[in-house]
């Protein structure tokens, strides 16, 4: 069989499973909608903002790679228009950013509209001047946080400051450390520093050639030992981390077993032991999982030239 042909099944089945979550994503919006009067202090970040980032930085990816038909990137943009209605047109991330001048998560929320042409100018100057002082850039973030807030601000377009090797050195993953002592934290923050090395898969070649090497060799055995408890949150951003590489593996086995845990509806649950039966709480508990879904799909469709 040819390598086409090896590669046709995880593209049909990314595309139904991505399809499927981004679907759900959309149908679901409104359980991330911020309360009337939200003010820059967004009193508990994560029951609605953080999730609101993530739904953009899906739908933007979507959007950037044009891999998925119309009707999903049509889905999509209507997302970032609700996310970017509910940010007031960007003035709650303009009026947080004002008032904390070195938090940083304004900026790593503004780069997933500004992505796809959102702008705005008056954030937009604060970012530049803030990007400028080494308070903003220093900020104590652990390793793979700092990597975000240097991406974001390189694709925003100010002034990209970063020492990236230093930056990348700095990391678990580019220590190159003993495999087995990876675990299910250190899992995730290793998948973030490819992310935004890598740009969410924009520049692959941006993954230094040792790191390239060590992941071809780990990040199978690491895949199949979370296929093996069902932690389908962390499957799926070991496959983005996949369509991140120069060559990425296309894992087959590990895309249909991801697409047999998906529910009809698009609803892909975050582990194999958490319950979906509470519907208030379906939102909250496994949003993130049809995120990455998204994602993982829209970078695999976009490396296989769909």
């Not at 040819?2 to 409104?30: I, K, M, Q, S, Y």
């Not at 008056?122 to 990597?147: C, D, F, G, I, K």
């Not at 879904?293 to 296989?304: E, I, K, P, Q």
Request: proline content about 6%.
């Amino acid at each position: 069989m040819t390598a086409d042909g090896l590669a046709e099944p995880v593209r049909t089945t990314a595309l139904r499973t991505g399809t499927r979550a981004l679907r759900w994503l959309h149908r679901n919006r409104a359980q991330s909608t911020f309360t009337d009067g939200a003010t820059a202090e967004l009193a508990e970040p994560d029951s609605v903002y953080k999730p609101m980032a993530e739904l953009a930085l899906a739908a933007s990816l979507v959007l950037r790679d044009a891999a998925f038909p119309a009707a999903e990137r049509d889905a999509a943009g209507e997302l970032l228009d609700f996310a970017w209605d509910q940010l007031r047109g960007g003035d709650l991330l303009y009026e947080r950013q004002l008032r904390f001048p070195a938090m940083t998560d304004p900026l790593e929320t503004y780069v997933h509209f500004h992505r796809v042409g959102y702008r705005h100018e008056r954030l937009q100057a604060l970012l530049a001047h803030l990007s400028s002082l080494t308070s903003y850039r220093e900020y104590e973030h652990v390793p793979n946080r700092r990597m975000a807030v240097a991406n974001a601000t390189r694709v925003i377009g100010v002034a990209d400051r970063t020492d990236w090797p230093a930056r990348t050195a700095a990391t678990w993953l580019g220590a190159t450390p003993e495999p087995w002592t990876m675990d299910w934290m250190t899992a995730y923050h290793m998948t973030h520093t490819v992310f935004h090395l890598t740009d969410w898969g924009a520049e692959p070649q941006a993954l230094p050639p040792r790191l390239r090497d060590y992941l071809a060799t780990w990040l199978p055995v690491w895949t199949d030992v979370w296929l093996e408890i069902e932690e389908w949150d962390l499957v799926t951003e070991l496959l983005i981390v996949d369509a991140c590489m120069p060559e990425p593996a296309f894992d087959p086995v590990a895309w249909q077993r991801l697409a047999a845990a998906q529910h009809e509806d698009g609803l892909l649950p975050r582990d194999g032991r958490t319950g979906t039966d509470d519907e208030d709480r379906q939102f909250d508990d496994h949003y993130h999982t049809a995120v990455v879904a998204t994602v993982a799909a829209t970078l695999v469709l976009t490396r296989l030239g769909a």
